[in-house]
């Protein structure tokens, strides 16, 4: 299924499987969950969230380190 | 999936790993909020009648302590001030000023932006490319802490300020613990804690309200209260110690979420034996060149400066 994928203002279509959830598509982009907040359609939602088909995802680095 | 342990809105935008409660944005916002002024009280960090100097860059951490050091000032509980320095990082500070500036507009705090340039002359940008040409090994950060804290110091002194407040938090705080445990440096271990606790009265207290906030809450903290601030990562923080600790301790949270909790609780259980075993009163003189307070000769900042002029 087809979802928008927005990192840093860059938006993306992006192909990911049925039932994915926000990890799961973390895992696949390989960005560490613990440094990111991520949003499904405006929301703030936890990782276990799983994503539908037509979502923007838009995924906010929080974490940057030094 | 679980509903918010507070108020039962199956909306959930976190679950605290460590303490297994799930959160809606409402009231993850403010028990965070609560928890910033409860350690506030905790560790009497401020009194009323202060006047507090936050050290705001624009970060999501200093954002945040301003917001909720605001609510005391509207409160006429505190006085509040700003300040901004400029270090001179090409590219990316430029952002954070803008951005501390809009914040203290927007809850109508004054507000300061002192550089480098104006209290030594040169950018951390010029310091880095001399050093880099006379070859020497010290690290931006090095140069940037000793500078920052000079000038936070000196202008809480002119703005009259009783308490300088900086956004660290808890993952700052780890770090600080075991890194200056790992390089063995307990007198700067035994100084970490919520509130300096100087002899000197001219170096003003420092407080750090959100000490006990975990680094990606304070992240979360500032998309959730839709807050302007400056997400990005330093340019010279890459190869610092500092980044590499902060790794291990992150990586270590993954399978243990309480680590940062228990390193700070263990530290606190350690520190006044610590201290009781290490504390040496230092006399303090006042630096030849600037006046401020120094152990030697020269303070710290003063010493680089001299080394530069010859």
Redesign the interface.
């Known amino acids: 299924m087809k979802i928008k994928v927005i990192i840093n203002e860059e938006k993306e279509i992006k192909e990911i499987s049925e039932g994915n959830t926000i990890k799961d598509l973390l895992k696949i982009l390989e960005i560490p969950s613990e440094t990111v907040v991520v949003k499904r359609n405006e929301f703030i939602v936890i990782e276990e969230e799983i994503i539908k088909e037509g979502d923007t995802i838009e995924i906010i680095k929080v974490i940057y380190g030094g | 999936?679980k509903n918010c342990s507070k108020c039962g809105n199956p909306?959930?935008?976190?679950?605290k790993k460590h303490s297994g409660q799930?959160l809606c944005?409402e009231c993850f916002i403010e028990s965070t909020r609560e928890k910033v002024l409860k350690d506030i009280r905790k560790y009497k960090l401020i009194e009323k009648g202060d006047k507090v100097l936050m050290a705001l860059s624009g970060g999501?951490d200093s954002v945040m302590a301003l917001n909720i050091l605001n609510s005391l000032c509207e409160r006429n509980i505190i006085d509040l001030v700003a300040v901004t320095i400029d270090e001179g990082i090409k590219g990316y500070r430029e952002d954070g000023i803008r951005i501390a500036t809009e914040n203290a507009e927007i809850l109508g705090i004054e507000h300061k932006v002192v550089s480098f340039k104006q209290y030594f002359g040169r950018t951390l940008d010029e310091i880095m490319s001399e050093s880099q040409k006379n070859a020497e090994l010290r690290h931006a950060?090095t140069y940037c802490g000793v500078f920052r804290r000079w000038i936070l110091n000196r202008v809480a002194l002119e703005e009259g300020a009783t308490k300088i407040a900086t956004g660290h938090n808890l993952d700052d705080e780890t770090q600080s613990i075991l890194m200056n445990y790992l390089e063995g440096n307990m007198h700067n271990l035994v100084r970490i804690g919520p509130k300096s606790e100087s002899q000197d009265k001219r170096f003003t207290v420092k407080i750090k309200p959100l000490r006990e906030i975990p680094?990606?809450e304070?992240?979360?903290y500032?998309?959730?209260a839709d807050l302007k601030v400056h997400?990005?990562?330093?340019p010279?923080?890459?190869d610092?110690f500092?980044?590499e600790v902060?790794?291990f301790i992150?990586s270590l949270?993954?399978k243990h979420p309480t680590i940062m909790y228990s390193t700070l609780r263990g530290f606190e259980r350690i520190k006044p034996l610590l201290k009781r075993e290490l504390s040496s009163k230092v006399e303090r003189g006042v630096c030849r060149r600037c006046g401020e307070p120094a152990s030697g000769d020269l303070c710290k900042a003063c010493t680089f400066i001299e080394k530069w002029d010859k």
Request: proline share 0%; hydrophobic share 40%; glycine share 12%.
């Open positions: 999936m909306q959930i935008i976190i679950k799930s944005r999501k950060c680094e990606r304070v992240g979360l500032a998309v959730a997400l990005a990562g330093c010279y923080a890459g610092s500092r980044r902060g790794n992150k949270s993954l």
